[in-house]
């Protein structure tokens, strides 16, 4: 971190005493005690099964309260950290997220972001803490164990201490701006801040957060999570696991030809991909390509078509991430949900929504609305194609009947291999 701060120092050509504040966003759900349980860390499975069967008022952000609860979750980490490694967790002072200890370190003070508990611990800025959840799961005294101070996006942590500047090459007493959820802050970084208007964040995943001023709920979707970015400005989301690193594999698979290659090839596919079907073994490249991409596609579709069912009303989708740089990816996500993409001048959407609310606790702003305006600029727009949009209308009603028919034998078959794993693990530390 300190390599990284020094070399944006001497890139910007500036010194440590013109920097007036930073702010940082991380991943979230991770265990900031004893190696690190990464947010994709999924072996909490089954304590956010649990988790969701506790039938607590506090998972309305969890489909309304129909599930599901992720293993990303703070919660089930939590859970699971007391039952599998107990002696840890006894020991623990805090259980936090990364992003507090860093900013701990940073500062010498701890405490947690609104954004994060309420997106990931079942926190609400009226109900507080889920301490009747934590209760029905018979861990009350993980709420001792939690930072007891929550503050709001870009209020002041506090300053550098002597050796956190030292090591970043800053000021001592720079102020430490709160900051959040990585795909979150690029919310911020998007310009998505209005009622109507949502983020499409894409890299290894694919994350859909909306901003809403209504307490919206219901099945397939989480949120609404109550001011996660301020006060008034509440988040929705959806989202799909391996969208981007499934590209990856395909590509692998291939035999790693350039994705303009790629790209180039699947432009020349119907819309699609003719099924995936051919009578020239073996298939062809350009259409396995954009079956996977039309695939994903379709998934974000059907997180749009769920979040209308539940009330949101997408107006406007502004995206960040490595997919944006192929236009023919852009473009099928434009055609298959018939909504205009916008993409900003700035690519690094959460460093910007960092750099925003460093500015805000630097006093350049008065509030978050008012940088992000000030600091966030569109770019470009992607037109959707309204006659390729229906021309994909039967592949995706194809899409949607497929998906939950095959989702038990999918899911069955990575609790199998899951099953299959933990044994082996078992029985290497019996030997």
Request: proline share 7%.
């Amino acid at each position: 971190m300190g390599e990284a701060s020094r070399a944006a120092l001497a890139a910007a050509k500036v010194k440590p005493h013109q920097i007036e504040a930073l702010s940082l966003d991380t991943t979230n759900c991770t265990v900031a005690l004893r190696p690190c349980l990464l947010w994709m860390d999924m072996r909490s499975a089954a304590q956010a099964a649990r988790v969701a069967a506790s039938g607590d008022s506090a998972l309305i952000v969890n489909g309304g309260g129909k599930g599901p609860v992720s293993a990303e979750w703070m919660v089930p980490k939590a859970l699971w950290l007391k039952e599998e490694e107990p002696e840890v967790y006894a020991a623990a002072t805090y259980i936090c997220e990364y992003q507090d200890f860093i900013n701990f370190r940073l500062t010498g003070c701890m405490c947690a972001s609104v954004n994060n508990v309420s997106a990931r611990w079942h926190y609400d800025t009226q109900r507080g803490w889920p301490d009747t959840l934590l209760q029905h799961l018979g861990m009350p005294e993980l709420l001792e164990k939690w930072p007891q101070d929550v503050l709001p996006l870009a209020e002041v942590v506090g300053g550098l201490t002597q050796e956190a500047a030292e090591h970043l090459g800053l000021a001592p007493g720079t102020p430490v701006a709160q900051g959040g959820v990585d795909a979150q802050i690029g919310m911020l970084g998007l310009g998505v801040i209005d009622p109507g208007s949502l983020a499409l964040l894409m890299g290894s995943s694919h994350l859909h957060l909306g901003v809403t001023d209504q307490m919206l709920h219901g099945s397939g979707m989480f949120g609404t999570y109550r001011d996660g970015l301020c006060p008034g400005i509440s988040v929705v989301e959806g989202g799909q696991t391996s969208t981007g690193s499934a590209v990856a594999w395909l590509h692998r698979l291939l035999g790693s030809p350039g994705y303009a290659e790629l790209d180039k090839e699947a432009a020349g596919v119907p819309p699609g991909a003719e099924g995936l079907c051919s009578n020239v073994p073996p298939l062809p490249k350009g259409h396995m390509h954009r079956a996977l991409l039309e695939s994903i596609c379709f998934g974000t579709e059907l997180v749009l078509e769920t979040m209308r069912d539940n009330g949101f009303h997408p107006a406007s989708i502004t995206c960040a991430g490595g997919p944006t740089r192929s236009d023919f990816w852009l473009q099928l996500h434009a055609d298959i949900s018939n909504i205009p993409l916008r993409l900003t001048e700035v690519a690094e959407a959460p460093a910007l929504g960092s750099a925003i609310l460093a500015a805000v606790a630097a006093g350049w702003y008065p509030s978050i609305p008012d940088a992000v305006r000030g600091m966030v600029h569109i770019a470009r727009t992607v037109q959707p194609n309204p006659a390729v949009h229906e021309a994909y209308r039967e592949s995706y009603a194809a899409y949607k009947e497929l998906y939950p028919a095959l989702r038990p034998t999918f899911h069955a078959a990575a609790a199998r291999d899951s099953a299959r794993r933990q044994a082996q693990k078992g029985a290497r530390a019996s030997a």
